[in-house]
């Protein structure tokens, strides 16, 4: 399995580009939100990837950061959720925001990810959510305060695959301070943990 790829970007179309890496050109297909951040200066860039294979097609998918690729290999997990519905997700909203959408069950704002009708966004909060209370490290004493943005952040985090460690370690090297929204602040969180990667 290729993890990631490291190399320039010699060709931008809608929905995919082509990265140079030794001579060879990769077509990865990248959330438009992605795309649009995309540096026009010759510069090497490194993509996270996941190669979907299917009986007619092998394809390439690209991601800028190691949460988008965590939450794409979840989405398309989902049962009747296919890779170009889990691209869609990304490239209308950010990784934060659909998170939250899923914690907080807004079937209707899932709903406005182009291919996602009401079904299949009740299925991704049902199926979702069940991965990430069954994932290790992510069963949390009932006692805590869910309503706590550093509680909120840290459930984020061990369900986008961060560990305990991790999690605890970003938060400590992020000032909260009372007024902040769990969004800006699990922003802020994974901003520092690519950064350490």
């Known amino acids: 399995m290729i993890y990631y790829l490291k190399g320039y970007v010699k060709y931008t179309a809608e929905d995919f580009v082509i990265v140079e890496v030794n001579n060879i050109g990769y077509k990865l297909f990248l959330p438009s939100s992605s795309i649009k951040k995309l540096s026009q200066k010759d510069e090497e860039l490194q993509f996270y990837t996941y190669l979907y294979h299917k009986e007619d097609s092998i394809n390439l998918y690209g991601f800028l950061t190691q949460q988008e690729l965590k939450l794409f290999e979840k989405m398309v997990s989902v049962s009747g959720l296919g890779p170009k519905t889990a691209l869609a997700a990304l490239s209308t909203y950010s990784p934060e925001k659909i998170y939250l959408f899923l914690i907080q069950e807004d079937v209707k704002s899932l709903m406005a990810i182009p291919g996602v009708g009401k079904k299949s966004a009740q299925r991704m909060v049902l199926e979702l959510k069940d991965k990430f209370k069954a ?27 961060w560990s305990r460690k991790e999690a605890f370690e970003a938060l400590q090297n992020i000032p909260l301070r009372p007024d902040t929204d769990v969004e800006s602040v699990l922003k802020r969180v994974l901003q520092y943990l690519d950064k350490k990667e």
């Open 135 to 161: 994932q290790e490290n992510v069963i949390l004493d009932q006692k805590e305060n869910k309503n706590n943005v550093f509680e909120e952040v840290k459930d984020a985090l061990l369900a986008l695959g």
